[in-house]
């Protein structure tokens, strides 16, 4: 949980780079803890997709308030943003088009 603790933690990529698991896809997994100031970003390389899954907890992505079981799907942004969390616990993928 500390290597989470406000930040996004890469779990999960396909070269398995910085400890992460690999997988057998165009996509990276992060994870994050979120609450109060806390804040991380993660860029977006132009033609990437973005996408969030609140798996507990409330958190803004984006500037939008998504709250446990919401998710987010993002296209055409520069980045994904996640502030003002709430006890959150989010997944963010960063994925192919």
């Known amino acids: ?5 406000g930040r996004l933690r890469l779990v999960a990529a396909r070269d398995g780079r910085d400890g992460a698991v690999t997988i057998h896809a165009d996509a990276s997994i992060h994870a994050g803890l979120f609450d109060g100031d806390e804040a991380a970003t993660l ?8 996408y969030v899954h609140v798996a507990r907890g409330e958190v803004e992505v984006n500037g939008q ?3 446990a079981g919401d998710a987010a ?7 994904v943003r996640l502030a003002h969390g709430r006890g959150a616990e989010v997944l963010v993928f960063d994925l192919a088009r």
């Open 1 to 5: 949980d500390a290597d989470k603790r």
């Open 73 to 79: 799907m993002l296209r055409d942004e520069p980045q």
């Open 65 to 67: 308030r998504l709250a």
């Open 43 to 50: 860029p977006l390389a132009p033609g990437r997709l973005g």
